[in-house]
C-alpha cells in the first residue's frame, strides 16, 4: 500500500504546505491533501497511507456540522470544471475545490483540557497564552472553561503562541473578538458531537480568511486528527495522558528517539508506528460515521 507524498499537475502552484498541495484553477483553489504527515515542524520521509483521504472526508464532515456557525470555503459549491476531469481519478476522496480568501496570520487554537504545550505553560507559570488557571491543576485536567490561546502562523519554522492582546493589535478589535467568539463556538459543538462517539476533544485549531467581498470563512481544515488533539474517553484520567485518535502517536515515538534533536531531516519511521498512525486516524473516522 503506498502512500501519496507529492503531486504534480499542470495548473499553477498556488503553495505546497507540510501536508497538502494547492493549485489555482479557474480562479478557486484545488486542494489535494497528500499522504505526507509533519511533527514538531519537520515532514516525516515516509507517508501514511490513506491519510489525505482520511483528512479531507473528516475536514468535510465537519465544514457541513459547522455552516451554520460561520460559513467556510465550501460556500459557492464545489463542483469541478472540465479541466479537471482527466485528473479526477487521481484526486478523488483527496481534493477538494474550494473559494480564494486572503488568510489571516494568526492560528485560532482552543484547549479543553490541559495538555501539550498548555501544560508545559502552566507547570512553568500557572497560565496557558497568557491565560491564568487555577492552582492545583494536573496534566489532561479539564479546564473549568474552554480558552482561547492564539498563535502567529510563521511561514517556516515555530509558530508562536500569542496573548489576544497582541492578536488585537495584529488584526484589529473587532475582528479579534469575532474569531474568538466563532473559535470557542466551533470547539464547544466539537466537543459536544464527539463526546457523543465517546471521545473528548481536547484541544484544536482553526484558521479562517477573507473572501473577496469580505466575508469571514472558516478554511483550511476543521477538527481533523492532524489539527486537534482527541482521546478516548473511557480510558480518560487526569494526571496522565489517555490514549489518542490524532498525531500524538507519532510525537510520543519521536519524543524518546535519542538521536533526534527536532530538526530536519527527520527520521524514519518504522513500519508499525506508520501503522498505528493510519488505524488511529482509520478508528476516528469511523467513530463519527464517516467512509473513506
Known amino acids: 500500500m503506498a502512500a501519496l ?3 504534480d499537475l499542470p495548473f499553477p502552484l498556488f503553495r505546497r504546505g507540510k501536508v497538502r498541495d494547492v493549485y489555482d484553477v479557474d480562479g478557486r483553489l484545488l486542494i489535494v491533501a497528500t499522504d505526507r504527515i509533519s511533527a514538531f515542524d519537520c515532514v516525516m520521509p515516509e507517508g ?3 491519510k489525505g483521504r482520511i483528512l479531507t472526508a473528516v475536514a468535510s464532515y465537519w465544514f ?13 459549491g464545489s ?26 496570520p494568526v492560528e485560532c487554537v482552543v484547549r479543553g483540557y490541559l495538555a501539550g504545550s498548555g501544560w508545559k505553560d502552566y507547570q512553568a507559570g500557572g497560565a496557558v497564552c497568557g491565560v491564568p488557571l487555577p492552582a492545583g491543576l494536573r496534566l489532561a485536567d479539564r479546564l473549568p472553561e474552554p480558552i482561547f490561546t492564539p498563535a502567529s502562523k510563521a511561514e517556516a519554522g515555530h509558530d508562536e503562541n500569542i496573548s489576544f492582546e497582541r492578536m488585537a493589535a495584529i488584526l484589529g478589535t473587532d475582528l479579534a473578538a469575532r474569531l474568538r467568539e466563532l473559535s470557542l463556538a466551533l470547539y464547544r459543538r466539537g466537543a459536544e458531537l464527539a463526546a457523543r462517539r465517546g471521545i473528548l476533544l481536547a484541544d484544536t485549531k482553526f484558521e479562517f ?14 477538527l481533523t486528527p492532524d489539527s486537534s488533539r482527541y482521546w478516548l474517553a473511557d480510558a480518560w484520567a487526569p494526571g496522565r495522558t489517555p490514549p489518542s485518535l490524532d498525531k500524538q502517536f507519532l510525537r510520543d515515538y519521536l519524543e524518546i528517539l535519542p538521536d533526534w534533536n527536532k530538526q530536519p531531516p527527520a527520521p524514519h519511521l518504522p513500519a508499525e508506528v506508520i501503522e498505528g498512525i493510519r488505524a488511529r486516524y482509520l478508528d476516528l473516522a469511523g467513530r463519527f460515521g464517516i467512509t473513506v
Open 209 to 222: 480568511g477573507l473572501a473577496d467581498d469580505g466575508d469571514l470563512l472558516l478554511i483550511d481544515e476543521a
Open 48 to 50: 501514511i497511507p490513506d
Open 79 to 104: 463542483a469541478w470544471p472540465e479541466v479537471l476531469t482527466a485528473h479526477r481519478a487521481a484526486l478523488e476522496g483527496r481534493a477538494v475545490l474550494v473559494e480564494k480568501t486572503r488568510p489571516l
Open 5 to 7: 507524498l507529492q503531486t
Open 64 to 76: 457541513a456540522a459547522t455552516e451554520d456557525l460561520v460559513p467556510n470555503h465550501f460556500r459557492r
